[in-house]
């Protein structure tokens, strides 16, 4: 199975402050098709997780363009230019190149400073 | 407007069964996977099951097989997971979603597996 490591756990960011979450994969998440399929998702405390960006750089209708994706290969970021209230939550990465099993990262909890 | 709509979460006892369900509205049901997620408490989210459009290939995380089985119904736009032999740590907040890329979710049904 692929292993998808995040890194912080934890981003303490104070507003209006930039935020950037690691995403590494065990393997290339290039599929045969040229296409890597690395999502994010957010979840916000008492709801459920939403999708932020697929396909490593692609925002979902609805996502503020401070929301950003980028990478390739093993390595993939998503970043936040300027923290709001509303972005506290639990990122995580889901790689779906190499499935099943489909598999996620374990979670970075966004909190204010 | 997109909306799955679980059902069916409860209380049961190890070794207990249960159907959990998820109904769909809003877009062609029959166009799309669908896969089930779960969040126990205090971890994070797991890959459960997918199924494909015309329920015809069926996947499961390794820890679920031969115990869960997904299916689903195009003429009732819905999606089922039935859940045998539960054990404690199936204990968690299952979601369904749309698709291998998970682009809706629904609000969730809390399963609770306890003696």
């Known amino acids: 199975d692929v292993v998808m490591t995040q890194s912080p756990l934890s981003l303490p960011v104070t507003l209006g402050q930039p935020a950037s979450i690691s995403c590494r994969s065990s393997?290339?998440?290039?599929?045969?098709?040229?296409?890597?399929?690395l999502h994010w998702f957010q979840q916000r405390p008492g709801q459920s997780p939403r999708r932020l960006i697929y396909?490593?750089?692609n925002r979902d209708s609805g996502v503020p363009d401070r929301f950003s994706g980028s990478g390739s290969g093993t390595d993939f970021t998503l970043k936040i230019s300027r923290v709001e209230a509303e972005d506290v939550g639990v990122y995580y990465c889901m790689q779906g190149t190499h499935w099943p099993p489909y598999t996620f990262g374990q979670g970075t909890k966004l909190e204010i400073k | 407007e997109v909306q799955l709509v679980e059902s069916g979460g409860d209380l049961v006892q190890p070794g207990g069964s249960l159907r959990v369900s998820c109904a769909a509205s809003g877009f062609t049901f029959s166009d799309y996977s669908m896969t089930w997620v779960r969040r126990a408490p205090g971890k994070g989210l797991e890959w459960v099951a997918n199924?494909?459009?015309?329920?015809?290939?069926?996947y499961y995380v390794d820890s679920v097989k031969g115990r869960f089985a997904i299916s689903r119904d195009n003429a009732k736009n819905s999606v089922s997971l039935q859940m045998n032999s539960l054990r404690a740590d199936d204990t968690a907040v299952y979601y369904c979603a749309t698709g291998r890329s998970l682009s809706y979710w629904g609000q969730g049904t809390l399963v609770t597996v306890s003696s």
């Open positions: 393997q290339s998440l290039v599929s045969s098709d040229g296409n890597s399929y």
């Open positions: 396909k490593v750089s």
């Open positions: 199924i494909n459009r015309d329920g015809s290939e069926k």
